[in-house]
């Protein structure tokens, strides 16, 4: 099998191409910043519609619930995002 990324022979059974993963520069330090940028991005992205939501209905209707989820959410989807983006993008 070749790497689609540097064209070299990879074992079939290889997760990483060990030729463009071999001398990683990317440190463990990018990977969990990216990882934090996109939990505050998602962290954001969900804030929006909390807002919005304690606007229309009101904090006393039972929306307290949703208003922390959404947030606590799409953190946690925009951290994996992230982290992933950041894993992909290892030189």
Known sequence: ???SKCGQDVPADA???PHC???RQTTDGEV???GIKGGL???LIGALPMLVLLYIYG???GIKAIVFA???ATFTTGLI???VKAKRDWK
């Open 1 to 3: 099998m070749k790497c």
């Open 59 to 61: 904090p006393e209707r």
């Open 81 to 83: 995002i992230g982290l």
């Open 15 to 17: 997760i990483y191409c």
């Open 70 to 72: 959404v947030p606590v």
């Open 21 to 23: 993963t071999g001398e």
């Open 32 to 34: 969990i910043r990216g």
């Open 41 to 43: 991005l998602g962290l």
